[in-house]
């Protein structure tokens, strides 16, 4: 799906422990999809992980007014992984 180290990216401009954190999910995620899991699945169980972990740390409308935020980072390509940075 995509590469642990790719050297660009969001993570980049963010702290170590946040690349790190992404390099264990993304050797998860390969692992994972050898054993034959498909993408979807993995990106159905991610995003539930994700947004239940934030749930239960910041509460419902906190994480509600996050995800809100996220149509348009993604329709600038900030979730785009084949976009390139200048």
Known sequence: MFAPASGHG????????????????????????????????LAHASLFAALATFVKMHG????????ALLPDRIRSGEYNLERILQ
């Open 60 to 67: 419902d409308e906190a994480t509600a007014d996050l995800i």
């Open 10 to 41: 969001v993570f980049d401009r963010d702290n170590g422990e946040r690349q790190l954190a992404l390099e264990y999910l993304a050797e998860a995620w390969n692992v994972a999809e050898d054993d034959g899991v498909q993408s979807a699945a």
